[in-house]
């Protein structure tokens, strides 16, 4: 089993920056791929960003030049840069990692863009 713990996420004005970090509880050098989907209200869980433990990257188009998605400690965590956010990515945030195959999600954070 792996544990996932997220930080970061909040309330933000249109504009503004927020940074998202996701810490797993395996070495990272098992684990495949992390990212981050999120959950808008009345609509289904999308991808939002996604590395691969090759260093391949993919963003959705909604996102692409304004998020920024790296991986740092001993390669078991993921980070989410936000900036430019919109009302439109209000949404829970959820971490997702891949290890042997298995899927796994964090509990997901809030992050709320208004004024």
């Known amino acids: 089993q792996v544990q996932l713990v997220e930080s970061g996420g909040g309330l933000v004005q249109p504009g503004g920056s927020l940074g998202l970090s996701c810490a797993a509880s395996?070495?990272?050098?098992?684990?495949?791929?992390m990212g981050w989907y999120r959950q808008a209200p009345g609509k289904e869980r999308e991808l939002v960003a996604r590395?691969?433990?090759?260093?391949?990257?993919n963003y959705t188009d909604s996102v692409r030049g304004r998020f920024t998605i790296s991986r740092g400690g001993a390669l078991n965590t993921v980070y989410l840069q936000m900036n430019n956010l919109k009302s439109e990515d209000t949404a829970v945030y959820y971490c997702?990692?891949?290890?042997?195959?298995?899927?796994?999600w964090g509990k997901g954070t809030l992050v709320t863009v208004s004024a």
């Open positions: 997702h990692v891949v290890t042997y195959g298995v899927s796994y």
């Open positions: 590395i691969t433990s090759g260093g391949g990257i």
């Open positions: 395996r070495s990272g050098f098992s684990i495949s791929a």
